[in-house]
Structures are given as C-alpha cells and as structure tokens.
C-alpha cells in the first residue's frame, strides 16, 4: 500500500477562516492546489506563484460549454462537437479553447465566463467555518488550459460585500416595525 505523504499545509476553517488561508497562500507566493471540505461540500482553488488561477466550487454542475450555451455565446452544435473532440484527442486542449481556436466565441467571452465562476466558486465558500483545508504544494491544475491571474484581494473584498448585502437583505429592518 502506498501512502500520501502529509499535505504542507491543514488546518479547521473555525481557526483559519477561508479568507485568512486564501491571503497566506498569496503573501507566501506558493504553488498548489487548496481543497476545503465542509460538511456537505468541496472546494479547490490552484495558486501559482501566490496568484488564485482557478477555483472549482461546490454546487458547480453546469459546464463552461453549458454556461456559454446558456448565455447565448454559442449554440450547443458547437459545444457537443468540441466536447466530440475533446473526447477523441484525451491530452489536447479543452472545450473552451477548441471553441476559440475555431473562432466561435471570443477569448474575453470565455475568460469572463471563468472568472464569474470563479467568483461564485469563492463566494459560494468565503464564510465556511465548519470544515477542513488542505494545502498540497506543487499540485497543478491539469485538466484546465485556460487559468486566470485574478486579483484575490479585490476577488475577497467583492465577495465579503456580497455576503453583507445578502446578509442586509435577509434581516428584517430593525428601524420598522
């Protein structure tokens, strides 16, 4: 039986809040990749060189082909015959980039289209403080060829304000009865 050799980083989010984590892995400049386990969910976020790239949060079931599709980028002929060739050609590019390469959607369209995941990826987890995190030093995030440098401080402040206003829209107007 082979094991995993322990991971350089672990923590409970009661004690490291997952901001606290995202901004450590920043300042340190590290590379790898960052899981959050919380009772009923998992998150992964991959840093290089202390910059967020790329996040996959939980709840995320539609694709960014399905994403594209529903937001009316491109139709779905197009996305099934990239996700055809994705299929046949395993270590090639993924479906986003196939689309680009083939002109059907525009770079900026499908680089917003990450980042907005990205965006709910974190917030979906910003204010977990039951669970896990594990840091792994070095983890790349294989299966995706398009990685965003986005910037995690005002990525954190945008997702801090947006649980407030949700948090404001959900209690009652204490100055009304």
């Not at 499908?110 to 594990?134: C, M, N, P, Q, S």
């Amino acid at each position: 039986m082979t094991r995993r050799p322990p991971f350089d980083l672990q923590g409970e989010l009661r004690s490291f809040p997952a901001p606290l984590v995202f901004q450590m892995l920043a300042l340190g400049g590290l590379d790898g990749r960052l899981t959050l386990r919380g009772p009923n969910a998992t998150f992964d976020a991959y840093f290089q060189r202390g910059k967020l790239v790329f996040a996959r949060g939980p709840g995320q079931t539609a694709t960014v082909g399905e994403e594209l599709v529903a937001q009316g980028l491109v139709g779905p002929e197009p996305v099934e015959e990239a996700a055809r060739e994705r299929l046949r050609r395993r270590t090639g590019p993924r479906i986003g980039t196939i689309l680009v390469d083939r002109g059907l959607i525009q770079r900026p369209d499908l680089e917003r289209v990450i980042r907005a995941r990205i965006k709910d990826a974190i917030y979906a987890v910003v204010d977990w403080r039951d669970g896990k995190f594990t840091f792994e030093s070095g983890a790349e995030p294989r299966d995706e060829d398009i990685l965003l440098d986005v910037g995690l401080e005002s990525l954190l402040l945008e997702c801090m304000a947006r649980l407030d206003d949700a948090k404001r829209g959900a209690a009652p107007d204490e100055g009304h009865a």
